[in-house]
């Protein structure tokens, strides 16, 4: 909660009121400030340029936008309010000065960062081992991340939404939300049909070819208050279908002018970009990587703009060549097609094993972050239909990704194209719906990452693994201090160990989440690979050593 100081400035010329306020670090700092200057395009006509200085003196160059009536009204011509948002990463007082870019006076203010309340940061790579995701580069984070496809959801009731979906996911622990209405262009029919109809279905940000006469600021609205809810509850949000609509019968990317272009993204920047749990920006799915004039240029806008460095990406279908390399993308989102077959229809019946999620990850890796954002067998919506991929293929992709060093988003909603929150065909939680099995997989996989191993200083090391099906079992490993080896088909293997006593051994039924205690197992210079047996050929099974 934000604490004001009774501190007002008005100034005379421009009817200018804000207040200096305490903020949480890691929290959005926002005035509003009003222009009476006429204008025939508010949008673009005018640009609102902002300094703040840090309490230890850094200075960072952001701006404002422009928001109509600041409620969600207005248009490109009514309105007269402009707001200025930040996140701030340092405590003590943060001073700012603001101006125009033509002959309309500015001001300045200033403001308090606290500690108390504060958020976790922006979500980027772990800078001590890149496989994983870390808080500002150093507190690592595992992700239990969750699809959330309801494209219109935002048109429905909020309080709705949060006591029906979101707080369910949150009181789940998920810490991550893969969402479809940031940014807003299609799909607007596919909302929660169990829940209170939409009080709107028109949620495109724009019309395509009127993006200045046609910008939608309530729509932008709808998105913040979702998008700050999740900020609250430091939950990352990550954005699936971008800025590109013409995917999904929405507007096109590419038939915005390159200036048009350029103003979205500051535009899109200054009102997103202040919210700390951004997880992600994505230019839509299922692209190439290398097109300058599209998701590569996109993405060089956001590095030109985004002050604060949130994560870019594009997704790679085909992740056995990819483009992660380049320095406007900092982490991998990938899919696994063309994993064993350079052609999609000679390998269709393979997109459900998961051996191809573990490749995909293992390929998609370039010192970066990986996230396997739409593993087809981890997904019940759109995929399970497709791939017949059973709740048995969805939990042991999840341990395939985990071993190849990545994270990875999943889906139970019931359902092709209808959405619904509650009940036997709602969200995975309960009971009633058959996928609540695979929450409990996933949570089994969540808290063994979480509690029985340091996964942040872990890698993939299948080179490790000797005797044994290729492509069938899978290690994750400290070496000297810890190893994680998946075994979905519970068959024998070996595992090259280095010298040392580990005496914290165990095996882990991924289905029941079952432990069995081993034995002291010391290994002595010199010793071939020890050979191990899973308990039965009947389950998944985890072998977890540690020192």
């Given at each position: 909660?934000?604490?004001?100081?009774?501190?007002i400035i008005l100034c005379s010329f421009t009817g200018i009121l804000f207040?200096?306020?305490?903020?949480?670090?890691?929290?959005?700092?926002?005035?509003?400030?009003?222009?009476?200057?006429?204008?025939?395009?508010?949008?673009?006509?005018?640009?609102?340029?902002?300094?703040?200085?840090?309490?230890?003196?850094?200075?960072?160059?952001?701006?404002?936008?422009?928001?109509?009536?600041?409620?969600?009204?207005?248009?490109?011509?009514?309105?007269?309010?402009?707001?200025?948002?930040?996140?701030?990463?340092?405590?003590?007082?943060?001073?700012?000065?603001?101006?125009?870019?033509?002959?309309?006076?500015?001001?300045?203010?200033?403001?308090?960062?606290?500690?108390?309340?504060?958020?976790?940061?922006?979500?980027?790579?772990?800078?001590?081992?890149?496989?994983?995701?870390?808080?500002?580069?150093?507190?690592?984070?595992?992700?239990?991340?969750?699809?959330?496809?309801?494209?219109?959801?935002?048109?429905?009731?909020?309080?709705?939404?949060?006591?029906?979906?979101?707080?369910?996911?949150?009181?789940?622990?998920?810490?991550?939300?893969?969402?479809?209405?940031?940014?807003?262009?299609?799909?607007?029919?596919?909302?929660?049909?169990?829940?209170?109809?939409?009080?709107?279905?028109?949620?495109?940000?724009?019309?395509?070819?009127?993006?200045?006469?046609?910008?939608?600021?309530?729509?932008?609205?709808?998105?913040?208050?979702?998008?700050?809810?999740?900020?609250?509850?430091?939950?990352?949000?990550?954005?699936?279908?971008?800025?590109?609509?013409?995917?999904?019968?929405?507007?096109?990317?590419?038939?915005?002018?390159?200036?048009?272009?350029?103003?979205?993204?500051?535009?899109?920047?200054?009102?997103?970009?202040?919210?700390?749990?951004?997880?992600?920006?994505?230019?839509?799915?299922?692209?190439?990587?290398?097109?300058?004039?599209?998701?590569?240029?996109?993405?060089?806008?956001?590095?030109?703009?985004?002050?604060?460095?949130?994560?870019?990406?594009?997704?790679?279908?085909?992740?056995?060549?990819?483009?992660?390399?380049?320095?406007?993308?900092?982490?991998?989102?990938?899919?696994?097609?063309?994993?064993?077959?350079?052609?999609?229809?000679?390998?269709?019946?393979?997109?459900?094993?998961?051996?191809?999620?573990?490749?995909?990850?293992?390929?998609?890796?370039?010192?970066?972050?990986?996230?396997?954002?739409?593993?087809?067998?981890?997904?019940?919506?759109?995929?399970?239909?497709?791939?017949?991929?059973?709740?048995?293929?969805?939990?042991?992709?999840?341990?395939?990704?985990?071993?190849?060093?990545?994270?990875?988003?999943?889906?139970?909603?019931?359902?092709?194209?209808?959405?619904?929150?509650?009940?036997?065909?709602?969200?995975?939680?309960?009971?009633?719906?058959?996928?609540?099995?695979?929450?409990?997989?996933?949570?089994?996989?969540?808290?063994?990452?979480?509690?029985?191993?340091?996964?942040?200083?872990?890698?993939?090391?299948?080179?490790?693994?000797?005797?044994?099906?290729?492509?069938?079992?899978?290690?994750?490993?400290?070496?000297?201090?810890?190893?994680?080896?998946?075994?979905?088909?519970?068959?024998?293997?070996?595992?090259?160990?280095?010298?040392?006593?580990?005496?914290?051994?165990?095996?882990?039924?991924?289905?029941?989440?079952?432990?069995?205690?081993?034995?002291?197992?010391?290994?002595?210079?010199?010793?071939?690979?020890?050979?191990?047996?899973?308990?039965?050929?009947?389950?998944?099974?985890?072998?977890?050593?540690?020192?």
């Amino acid at each position: 909660m934000k604490r004001f100081l009774f501190l007002i400035i008005l100034c005379s010329f421009t009817g200018i009121l804000f207040a200096a306020e305490q903020v949480s670090l890691f929290r959005m700092f926002e005035t509003r400030v009003i222009n009476r200057t006429k204008y025939e395009n508010k949008f673009t006509d005018v640009e609102l340029n902002v300094i703040f200085r840090s309490p230890s003196g850094e200075i960072k160059n952001f701006w404002g936008f422009y928001d109509g009536d600041g409620k969600g009204g207005g248009n490109f011509n009514v309105g007269n309010i402009w707001k200025i948002r930040f996140m701030p990463n340092e405590t003590g007082e943060w001073t700012y000065e603001y101006s125009w870019s033509d002959s309309t006076k500015g001001g300045k203010g200033s403001f308090e960062c606290i500690a108390e309340n504060a958020g976790k940061g922006i979500l980027q790579p772990y800078k001590n081992n890149p496989h994983w995701f870390a808080y500002n580069e150093t507190d690592p984070v595992w992700l239990k991340s969750y699809y959330e496809t309801g494209h219109g959801s935002i048109g429905q009731d909020f309080e709705w939404i949060v006591e029906n979906v979101y707080q369910k996911l949150q009181d789940n622990g998920y810490n991550h939300v893969q969402v479809n209405w940031l940014l807003s262009l299609c799909c607007f029919g596919q909302y929660y049909h169990d829940g209170p109809e939409p009080e709107t279905q028109d949620l495109k940000l724009y019309r395509e070819g009127e993006l200045y006469e046609s910008m939608n600021l309530k729509v932008w609205h709808l998105m913040e208050e979702h998008l700050a809810w999740f900020n609250n509850n430091d939950i990352g949000v990550h954005m699936f279908l971008g800025v590109d609509g013409s995917k999904n019968d929405g507007p096109a990317w590419v038939d915005l002018t390159n200036q048009q272009k350029d103003f979205f993204v500051k535009y899109m920047v200054a009102r997103l970009a202040p919210f700390a749990n951004l997880a992600g920006w994505n230019y839509v799915w299922e692209v190439p990587g290398d097109r300058e004039d599209l998701e590569l240029g996109f993405a060089r806008l956001i590095q030109r703009y985004d002050i604060f460095k949130h994560l870019v990406t594009y997704e790679d279908e085909f992740p056995r060549e990819n483009h992660y390399d380049l320095p406007e993308y900092t982490f991998a989102a990938v899919e696994n097609h063309e994993i064993a077959a350079p052609d999609k229809d000679m390998e269709r019946h393979l997109w459900k094993e998961p051996w191809t999620h573990h490749m995909a990850c293992l390929l998609g890796y370039r010192d970066k972050p990986v996230y396997m954002i739409e593993g087809n067998a981890l997904w019940r919506r759109f995929w399970q239909e497709r791939t017949h991929a059973t709740q048995d293929d969805l939990r042991r992709s999840a341990w395939a990704c985990a071993t190849a060093g990545a994270s990875f988003t999943w889906n139970g909603h019931a359902g092709e194209y209808e959405l619904v929150a509650a009940g036997p065909d709602g969200l995975p939680f309960s009971d009633d719906n058959p996928y609540s099995l695979s929450e409990r997989y996933i949570s089994i996989l969540n808290r063994t990452m979480l509690e029985d191993v340091k996964f942040y200083r872990m890698e993939p090391h299948d080179e490790l693994l000797s005797r044994h099906p290729a492509l069938r079992v899978y290690a994750l490993a400290e070496p000297g201090q810890q190893y994680l080896v998946f075994d979905p088909d519970g068959v024998s293997f070996a595992l090259n160990i280095e010298p040392g006593n580990y005496a914290d051994n165990f095996w882990l039924n991924a289905e029941s989440g079952e432990r069995i205690k081993l034995d002291l197992i010391t290994v002595v210079e010199d010793e071939p690979p020890v050979e191990f047996m899973a308990p039965d050929h009947a389950s998944d099974w985890v072998l977890i050593l540690k020192k």
